[in-house]
């Protein structure tokens, strides 16, 4: 398989992902159109804009335990606030959130430190008492390994969102 075929499936299957956000998300295009994020490359040619770099895209994931959702830092309203920011957020196109449920079977997927994953190239932990960038590509291979074990017990969509809402109902 050449690079520009691989290149040509990997934008393929983002956008299919991207559309699979969107339409749980219950946006539709026309909305995501104007806040300036368009599904097809060919929309772009057709408006006179030259489609995006692989640079340009990029979709932020994010996993978190829904034990965090329901552990109150602050206030209640506070909690509430920051939750329903949450719920707010998963509408966003470039934004794919998960949320493990409590009691989910979790094979190798052990709890761990918090961590973000940027690319091939850096991880990074913030620990108590420092900030922890990784850039050991060994070692960036085990948070990549551990990341894909966490987000494939993680719910997304409306799952996770029901998750979200139901922390908020706890709340009051």
Known sequence: MSPSSSIQQAREALGKRLREIRKDSGLTARAVAAAGWHESKSSRLENGRTPPSDEDIRIWTRICEEWVLRTVIGDSATMVS???????????????????????VRGNAWPCESFSLY??????????????????????????????????????????????????????
Do not use: N
């Open 82 to 104: 920051q939750l329903g920011h949450l719920i707010g957020m998963t509408a966003a196109p470039s934004l794919s959130l998960g949320v493990i449920p409590m009691g989910a």
């Open 119 to 172: 690319d091939e190239k850096q991880a990074s932990c913030e620990l108590v008492s420092a900030g922890l960038t990784v850039k050991q590509p060994s070692e960036i291979a085990e948070y990549a390994k551990t990341f894909t074990e966490l987000a494939g017990i993680a719910v997304y969509g409306a799952a996770a969102r029901k998750l979200i809402t139901s922390a908020i109902d706890t709340l009051g």
